[in-house]
């Protein structure tokens, strides 16, 4: 649902998000951005806030190669969607499946897009195994100029609308594996719907950023 301010709302996202990549920072921001498709909104999201940033990138500081890591609990449609025939953007996913919104199946992968479908009940032990047997090896061989995080903690044992258990920890640990990927990094806001433990939860991902 949209109200009379969504749209500013969403273009300051989209905006942060620039900025993110320009400072190498997180931008906390609302509403998210990884289920938007390149011609309509879905999910909570209006503007594809990643797919943005890599754009910009791409077209204002020279940084032609470019990987999306997304460990939100919801696989990334709109992501995927939007560089599924780019092969200068890597996407790169972890998430609950099956699940909303029924995309990134284990056979929706091609030599820029990784999709690793977690069943549910995952925790640390599970995405920390498949970030160092896929996603680093995936994202090493690409060797990006720049990395953007989806960085979506609704895949947290309390959050309400999902059925995964990462812990404070197993984010921390997540985002700092990330931070060791690309030469410069800069991170979004995705998923996270559990409004007492989101804040604790962005500040373990920037020490694990920061580390």
């Known amino acids: 649902m949209c109200s009379e301010t969504s749209w500013e709302a969403a273009t300051l996202a989209a905006?942060?998000?620039?900025?993110?990549?320009?400072?190498?920072?997180?931008?906390?921001?609302?509403?998210?951005?990884?289920?938007?498709?390149?011609?309509r909104a879905m999910g909570f999201c209006l503007f594809n806030n990643a797919a943005v940033a890599a754009r910009y990138a791409q077209d204002e500081?020279?940084?032609?190669?470019?990987?999306?890591?997304?460990?939100d609990v919801h696989h990334g449609n709109g992501t995927q969607s939007i560089f599924w025939d780019d092969p200068s953007v890597l996407y790169v996913s972890l998430h609950q499946w099956p699940f909303y919104p029924g995309t990134g199946g284990p056979e929706e992968q091609r030599e820029h897009v990784l999709n690793i479908p977690l069943r549910g009940g995952c925790g640390d032990e599970e995405y920390l195994d498949a970030f160092a047997d896929a996603v680093e090896p995936k994202v090493r061989r690409f060797d990006p100029d720049l990395l953007i995080v989806s960085a979506g903690f609704d895949a947290h044992v309390e959050d309400p609308l999902a059925d995964m258990a990462v812990s404070d920890d197993g984010f921390r640990e997540l985002a700092k594996r990330c931070?060791?990927?690309?030469?410069?990094?800069?991170?979004?806001?995705?998923?996270?719907?559990?409004?007492?433990?989101?804040?604790?939860?962005?500040?373990?991902?920037?020490?694990?950023?920061?580390?």
């Open 61 to 71: 500081l020279g940084l032609m190669k470019v990987a999306i890591v997304d460990f």
């Open 15 to 39: 905006g942060a998000a620039i900025e993110a990549v320009d400072e190498g920072a997180f931008a906390c921001i609302r509403p998210p951005g990884h289920h938007a498709l390149p011609d």
């Open 179 to 211: 931070g060791a990927l690309a030469p410069r990094i800069g991170a979004v806001l995705e998923g996270g719907y559990n409004l007492r433990t989101l804040p604790r939860l962005v500040d373990a991902a920037l020490e694990g950023f920061s580390s």
